[in-house]
């Protein structure tokens, strides 16, 4: 099976791209396998309990992504960086299940696995 | 992918784009062929006088030197329309023009930019 890779670096509603990601993702899981990563403000994305009043809820969005089958890991630094703190395997009671905070060391790891990549960044 | 070139086209500082671009750049050696290539304002990065320490972040300068391994490319015309030619430049990076900035580019298998 082939393999898309999505890097995200916006944080959630300053721009589309998450919920670019997301239907690129849903749409990508019929047939492929997807990797996302977020890098940077994107680590803010999966963040439980958001509600935005005029908005989709993004963190839910990627919470339905991770449910769906795509792997979805955020940078320890960027996570650390912003107050998001990993437990021993990855998971953070910040973030949905399946989600995961890991090393940027598995950002070349899903690249060099990947079939496509596909940045979004302003 | 066997090969992935990261963009950079924003100034080196005053966001966090430089960084982490230049981070996720050093994670991805010797896993793949990497080149950074810098467009734009990302030509700042070049120079080899940086002093960061008003900021209190690293001086990206020093971390391009500590990849000497690392491939650097940065396009000329972009330091030549700022202005900075005759700036020292960092001793790893290599300035190439127009064509030889664009084959880097479309010689990956991979363009990030971030």
């Given at each position: 099976m082939k393999t898309l890779t999505i890097i995200l670096t916006?944080?959630?509603?300053?721009?589309?791209?998450?919920?670019?990601?997301?239907?690129?993702?849903?749409?990508?899981?019929?047939?492929?396998?997807?990797?996302?990563?977020?890098?940077?403000?994107?680590?803010?994305?999966?963040?439980?309990?958001?509600?935005?009043?005029?908005?989709?809820?993004?963190?839910g969005l990627f919470a339905d992504l991770a449910r769906e089958g795509a792997v979805i890991r955020a940078c320890s630094r960027c996570a650390a960086a912003r107050g998001y703190l990993a437990e021993e395997?990855?998971?953070?009671?910040?973030?949905?299940?399946?989600?995961?905070?890991?090393?940027?060391?598995?950002?070349?790891?899903?690249?060099?696995?990947?079939?496509?990549?596909?940045?979004?960044?302003? | 992918m066997r090969s992935v070139f990261y963009l950079l086209d924003t100034a080196p500082y005053g966001s966090e784009k430089a960084f982490g671009l230049l981070n996720a750049a050093a994670v991805s050696l010797g896993k793949m062929e990497v080149t950074v290539g810098l467009y734009g304002d990302g030509a700042y990065?070049?120079?080899?006088?940086?002093d960061?320490?008003?900021?209190?972040?690293?001086?990206?300068?020093?971390?391009?030197?500590?990849?000497?391994?690392?491939?650097?490319?940065?396009?000329?015309?972009?330091?030549?329309?700022?202005?900075l030619f005759s700036e020292g430049l960092v001793e790893t990076v290599e300035l190439v023009d127009e064509e030889a900035f664009l084959e880097a580019m479309e010689g990956s298998d991979c363009l990030i930019t971030l």
């Amino acid at each position: 099976m082939k393999t898309l890779t999505i890097i995200l670096t916006d944080g959630p509603y300053i721009s589309e791209y998450a919920q670019i990601a997301k239907k690129i993702a849903e749409a990508a899981l019929k047939r492929y396998q997807v990797n996302i990563f977020l890098y940077l403000d994107a680590v803010h994305i999966p963040r439980k309990g958001q509600k935005p009043a005029f908005f989709a809820d993004e963190g839910g969005l990627f919470a339905d992504l991770a449910r769906e089958g795509a792997v979805i890991r955020a940078c320890s630094r960027c996570a650390a960086a912003r107050g998001y703190l990993a437990e021993e395997d990855g998971s953070s009671q910040d973030y949905p299940d399946g989600i995961k905070i890991t090393s940027l060391y598995d950002l070349p790891v899903m690249i060099q696995g990947s079939d496509g990549v596909i940045t979004l960044c302003r | 992918m066997r090969s992935v070139f990261y963009l950079l086209d924003t100034a080196p500082y005053g966001s966090e784009k430089a960084f982490g671009l230049l981070n996720a750049a050093a994670v991805s050696l010797g896993k793949m062929e990497v080149t950074v290539g810098l467009y734009g304002d990302g030509a700042y990065l070049a120079l080899g006088d940086q002093d960061s320490r008003a900021l209190a972040i690293p001086n990206l300068a020093d971390i391009l030197r500590a990849y000497g391994e690392m491939k650097v490319i940065v396009h000329e015309p972009s330091v030549v329309e700022r202005g900075l030619f005759s700036e020292g430049l960092v001793e790893t990076v290599e300035l190439v023009d127009e064509e030889a900035f664009l084959e880097a580019m479309e010689g990956s298998d991979c363009l990030i930019t971030l």
